[in-house]
Each structure stands twice: as C-alpha cells, then as structure tokens.
C-alpha cells in the first residue's frame, strides 16, 4: 500500500508563489515517474510538469518558464515551486507516482490540494 499526502496550496495573489510537496510513503520498492496534476472547474484535468527517475522534466507550456519541479528521492518528496501565478492556475492540484509495491508496479494519486490566485 502506497499513500501519498499533499501540501502547500492556498490562496495567493496574482504574481505571488506558493511550493507544493507531495511525500510517498509506505510499502515502496521504487519509484518512477512523479508528476503534477491540475483539474479547474469544468475543465478537463491537464499535466503540469513530471519528473522522470533519471531527472527529465517536462512541463505544459502554461507553466514553463513560471514554475519548477523537483523531486527527492531520499525522502520520496516531489515538489512544485510556483512563481508568477496567475488566476488561470486556480485548480486542485495532485501529485501522480508512478510505484512499485510489491510485485506491482501502477500510478498512485493523491487527494488533491487547492490553489486559488485571486486579488
């Protein structure tokens, strides 16, 4: 069983910031892929960045160049660092890791953490 808890969202103003983390943990053999979701309302939910376990990122094209991924295998932590946000970036925000448990290897997601850009 693999569980993974999100923190860091919340109500910024339009240009601020906010860091996003996701930690791991449970019974985890590896570790592969880790990613950032977003879901806004009445919209479909859309990739934000991911980080490969040899350390390619990608990120959508919304986001590049405003915010970074990191992850830190130690700790199992994938982080999101958030700057120039806008109101178009309102979502709940989910982390995605790709792990293997067991003999299993799938995609675990988290409950979701809330960011409001709003004046």
């Known amino acids: 069983q693999v569980q993974l808890v999100e923190s860091g969202g919340g109500l910024v103003q339009p240009g601020g910031s906010l860091r996003l983390s996701c930690a791991a943990s449970?019974?985890?053999?590896?570790?592969?892929?880790m990613a950032w979701y977003r879901q806004a309302p009445g919209k479909p939910r859309e990739l934000v960045a991911m980080?490969?376990?040899?350390?390619?990122?990608h990120y959508a094209d919304s986001v590049k160049g405003r915010f970074t991924i990191s992850r830190d295998n130690s700790v199992k932590t994938v982080n999101l660092q958030m700057n120039s946000l806008k109101p178009e970036d309102t979502a709940l925000y989910h982390c995605?890791?790709?792990?293997?448990?067991?003999?299993?290897?799938?995609?675990?997601w988290g409950q979701g953490t809330q960011v409001t850009v709003s004046s």
């Open positions: 995605c890791v790709s792990a293997r448990s067991g003999l299993i290897t799938r995609d675990y």
């Open positions: 449970g019974s985890i053999s590896s570790i592969n892929g």
């Open positions: 980080i490969t376990s040899g350390g390619s990122i």
